[in-house]
């Protein structure tokens, strides 16, 4: 492996962002893999590959990932809708109900509400 640096990280993690923006989720993560391999603590990181994983249809690494994150930060909205997108795709309706819902109480945004179907109750 050549020698990387912080700078070299960024730049990659830049380079996923982009390639994620371009439809190529397996390019995003294998660029991010590197990244996380020299800072697995870094959060942000972990959830674009999550990201990367759900548009490539790994839905098993993607949950991992969106998991993760939520043990790090609980309370990321965000994290808790993909989670549940993920579980949808899965099949898992009851999963995804749940963090769709907390997804809603984190965050007020019309999509989280409309997918948290606090209404069908």
């Known amino acids: 492996m050549p020698d ?9 993690y830049r380079a996923a962002e982009q390639l994620l923006a371009a439809r190529d989720p397996r390019g995003a993560v294998k660029l991010l893999d590197s990244v996380i391999a020299a800072h697995p603590e870094h959060t942000a990181a972990r959830l674009l590959r999550a990201r990367a994983f ?3 249809a790994q839905l ?4 991992l990932e969106f998991e ?6 609980p ?3 965000f ?6 997108r993920t579980f949808e795709r899965s099949g898992r309706p009851e999963q995804a109900r749940r963090h769709f819902r907390l997804a809603a109480a984190l965050d007020p945004n019309p999509e989280y ?3 948290a179907r606090f209404d069908a109750d």
């Open 4 to 12: 990387t640096t912080p700078e070299t990280h960024v730049i990659d």
């Open 54 to 56: 759900f548009a490539a």
């Open 60 to 63: 098993r690494p993607a949950e």
């Open 68 to 73: 993760l994150v939520l043990e790090r930060e």
């Open 75 to 77: 309370d990321n909205a």
């Open 79 to 84: 994290a808790h809708f993909a989670l549940a």
């Open 113 to 115: 509400l409309r997918a």
